[in-house]
């Protein structure tokens, strides 16, 4: 349920014609918006211009967002990033209309795709970072948390879905796509914790990318938290906890970021649930802001 990103499609092909430039266009100048929003998010959270703009442009140009620039699908991703880093700007304020407009840029991303509830916990680890009195927020948490039961209970109770793919949960598919819904529960979150790392690592250093992710080469299981793969997972979480806390209680913003990255990460990890994909580039497009 993404009306606001097929609404976009719409404009798009009514603006620019229905050739596949036109939606590639709009995709370029949603880019550029998000890298724009997120120079503007950085520097009012005290950041000086000159590493804002290094950020931003980094995001920018990052190898990692091809495949959201690329194909059409990836409009989704572009919109419910751009809502979010905006709905953070506007958060940062007290005045009632910048709150106001902060909960209807959170709806714009919902109705965008659905991880912009993530935007829930970075409001308050950013709010906890920053020490706003979280007390005198209740009020614009409280609607915040009613304007997302609202659109859980449309989704659950008020669409009408059409008939159901034979193939869409065949044991062949999921076999290839989705190979971590045939695990035990443990295995599953040490095999998506290695995932996570290969990400991590996409990221830092973006070499063999593609589309989609799958099969068993990339879905090995992990099976004991000493094996190499698990010492490798559990070190590094140690590693990325300990530095998170320590630039945290520095009231450095990379303390922030570690834990940001990690909410932002949350809902498509397939560690507390199994998702669609099992790893894809598109998934690493906020979390990398």
């Not at 939606?23 to 997120?38: D, E, K, Q």
């Not at 804002?52 to 967002?65: C, G, M, W």
């Not at 008939?163 to 999921?174: E, G, L, R, T």
Request: charged share 10%; net charge positive.
């Amino acid at each position: 349920f993404r009306p606001l990103t097929i609404l976009s499609f719409a404009l798009n092909r009514n603006v620019l014609g229905p050739e596949a430039w036109s939606y590639h266009a709009g995709n370029v100048i949603l880019h550029a918006m998000v890298g724009a929003t997120l120079f503007m998010l950085l520097r009012a959270w005290g950041i000086d211009a000159s590493r804002a703009f290094f950020a931003a442009a980094l995001f920018a140009v990052h190898p990692i967002h091809t495949e959201v620039l690329n194909m059409m699908v990836g409009r989704s991703e572009l919109l419910a990033g751009f809502f979010l880093l905006l709905a953070l700007i506007l958060a940062a304020g007290t005045a009632p209309w910048r709150l106001w407009a902060s909960g209807l840029c959170f709806l714009l991303g919902l109705l965008s795709k659905e991880h912009a509830i993530t935007f829930l916990a970075s409001l308050l680890l950013s709010d906890l970072f920053f020490r706003r009195n979280i007390r005198q927020r209740l009020p614009f948490y409280t609607a915040l948390l009613a304007l997302t039961g609202c659109w859980l209970l449309y989704r659950q109770f008020g669409l009408e879905y059409g008939p159901v793919d034979p193939f869409k949960n065949s044991a062949q598919i999921n076999a290839i796509y989705q190979p971590l819904e045939l695990l035990t529960t443990p295995v599953r979150i040490l095999t998506a914790l290695k995932i996570q790392i290969l990400f991590l690592a996409r990221q830092l250093l973006p070499l063999n990318l593609q589309a989609v992710y799958s099969g068993q080469a990339i879905a090995a299981p992990v099976t004991s938290l000493f094996s190499g793969w698990g010492i490798m997972i559990w070190t590094s979480i140690a590693a990325l906890t300990v530095l998170g806390y320590y630039g945290w209680r520095r009231h450095r913003c990379f303390g922030l970021a570690i834990f940001l990255y990690a909410v932002s990460f949350s809902v498509t990890a397939n560690i507390f649930f199994v998702s669609g994909v099992l790893m894809a580039e598109r998934s690493a497009y906020l979390p990398s802001a």
